[in-house]
């Protein structure tokens, strides 16, 4: 065996470069570029357009009721399919003047029961009273845009400190 250390006249070649088929992340040119926009321009913007929409969502219809007629709702077919049901039924409103047929009404109602609903005359559907907004999709999607759009704040703040030494 040989105890042979390297010499000043021996050059230390880096290892030859191994083809591979796995794709490094980030490989692909621009792809950075495409990142940073999406991260710094385009979801920024879209998750204002969300809190805007949330936020007047929100003042718009919390506590509001909606306009139509009152009348009752009764439950004339049911079709279902994989879990997902569709309901008809026909509309009297309370006054006997409005009689609709054929509306749709919420899928957790079964053939020959009856609702209280209202119909404003303009959809195909009816609301079952006490007809409520839930908030519960703005509230989420408020959060969820504020808290990109904190992660974004927070990064620009980083990227502008002076970095310490420690």
Known sequence: ?????PTSHDVMRPPEPVATTELAAMSFPGVRRVAGLLFWVVFPVICLAT???????????VGNRPTGIKGTYYVTGRTCSHDVCSIGGTFTSDVGEITATQLLGDPRWHIGEQHRVVYDGKSVEV????????PTTSVMALVGALTYLGVVVYYARAARLPRRLE
Do not use: K, Y
């Open 1 to 5: 065996m040989s105890t042979e250390q």
């Open 51 to 61: 809190v805007w929409f949330s936020i007047s969502g929100i003042a718009n219809h």
């Open 127 to 134: 609301i079952a009273l006490p007809a409520t907004w839930d």
